[in-house]
């Protein structure tokens, strides 16, 4: 279903509905209280299916007994009509990009060792170069897609973000905006969310920090939040940095009172994962650690 949106008028009245998102749902039978919400940054793809076919978290927790919402800001995916102008330019390199900053590898086809990825299944790698829509990143595009967002979790009467890379930063955003997000698991969020005057010193960008009034930070003290990393983050020298932000981001929130934590797979006895755990060969056992997260924050009831 749209959720949101505006209509561009002509001057004769004409119309064209545009800036919405989209929600795909789906809701067992005898259903868990609490929604997960799935924001992804590149395709539904990679909640749908892992990088060979097999299930996703889709599927995977809508068995668990979750109500699963797949979630498309404006201008992505099934949200394409945005009420903004932009142009698309495709751009020779973006596979070799996706290669390395999702840490498939060190360089083209340099496959990292232990990889949780079918180095050897060339339908698999061109399926996963193809996982892509236009992000938009830009400030403008964030905020707007955050206030869409916003108004989804209080359509659905709240909800459980959890995010896929820069999904992560517009859902900690879409949370100093509504009452109605519930929790927050973010898989390696590049982008972080400070009160005016504190955080890295560095300008507002599509990728973070971004900078909110106190109160508006302090919602972010209501709920519970976990911050996922996969492996090889010391060979990216972007990702180290976004870790290092990340622990700086959950310090905060837990010396003013908040519920915030990393979790580290490798330090769960995983190895191998990309940029995207949810995605990679061993999902079930991901999918196992936010079952855990779930449960200890008593969003697990029916």
Not at 236 to 245: F, Q, R, V
Request: net charge negative.
């Amino acid at each position: 279903m749209a959720i949101g949106g505006a209509l561009a008028l002509g001057e004769d009245g004409a119309s064209q509905s545009c800036g919405h998102g989209y929600l795909e749902v789906q809701i067992p039978a005898n259903g868990r209280d609490e929604k997960l919400f799935f924001w992804h940054s590149s395709s539904t793809f990679v909640w749908q299916h892992n990088w060979v076919g097999d299930e996703g978290f889709q599927s995977l927790f809508l068995r668990r007994g979750y109500p699963v919402l797949l979630w498309e800001g404006p201008g992505v995916g099934r949200a394409n009509w945005d009420c903004v102008a932009h142009d698309y330019v495709p751009q020779a390199g973006r596979d070799q990009q996706n290669f390395t900053s999702w840490r498939f590898g060190s360089d083209w086809l340099q496959w990292f060792e232990g990889v949780q990825f079918p180095t050897d299944n060339p339908v698999a790698l061109n399926q996963a170069m193809r996982a892509r829509y236009n992000e938009f990143d830009t400030l403008e595009a964030v905020r707007r897609e955050a206030e869409v967002a916003a108004q989804a979790f209080d359509e659905v009467q709240g909800a459980i973000a959890v995010t896929s890379s820069a999904g992560g930063l517009r859902a900690l955003l879409a949370a100093t905006l509504s009452d109605n997000v519930h929790a927050i698991v973010a898989y390696e969020n590049p982008g972080y969310i400070f009160p005016e005057g504190e955080g890295p010193d560095t300008p507002d960008s599509p990728f973070g920090p971004l900078q909110v009034t106190e109160a508006e930070f302090e919602r972010l003290l209501t709920i519970p939040m976990q911050f996922v990393w996969g492996d090889n983050i010391e060979k990216h020298a972007i990702w180290s940095a976004k870790l290092e932000e990340c622990r700086q981001f959950v310090e905060l929130i837990n010396a003013r009172g908040g519920k915030a934590e990393i979790l580290m797979l490798e330090d769960e006895g995983l190895a191998g994962n990309t940029h995207m755990p949810f995605a990679d060969l061993n999902n079930v056992e991901v999918a196992a650690l936010l079952d855990d997260f779930l449960a200890r924050h008593g969003l697990d009831s029916r």
